[in-house]
């Protein structure tokens, strides 16, 4: 069983950035095929933001962050990330990091969480 943590939130004006990380316990990512970032902003449902096949690592991005975040791995540090440029007020969420056994798969590990608030 794996155990995430995610760091790196915090507050941003708009048009700031920021780089989230998820950091791997007991298991390694490459145990995992996939791996995805997640938000969920007050009184929404959860909505999936990015995530990185680990062999091979292609990577998707929801439509509303493609070319302003950016997913990439560490194999050696066992991280992931997630680079968010141009950050807009609608991007304050809570952001979690999980892993899915299988392209396709339910994601089934989930950190705590780390929150991000972009201010106008």
């Known amino acids: 069983q794996v155990q995430l943590v995610e760091s790196g939130g915090g507050l941003v004006q708009a048009g700031g950035s920021l780089r989230l990380s998820c950091a791997a316990s007991g298991r390694t990512f490459r145990t995992y095929a996939m791996v995805g970032w997640f938000r969920q902003a007050p009184g929404k449902e959860r909505e999936s933001v990015a995530g990185i096949r680990w062999n091979g690592g292609s990577t998707y991005y929801a439509d509303s962050v493609k070319g302003r975040f950016t997913i990439s791995r560490d194999n050696a540090k066992n991280m992931v990330y997630l680079q968010m440029n141009s950050l807009k007020p609608e991007d304050t969420a809570v952001y979690y990091c999980?892993?899915?056994?299988?392209?396709?798969?339910?994601?089934?590990?989930w950190g705590q969480g780390t929150q991000v608030t972009v201010s106008s």
């Open positions: 999980a892993t899915a056994p299988a392209a396709g798969a339910q994601y089934n590990y």
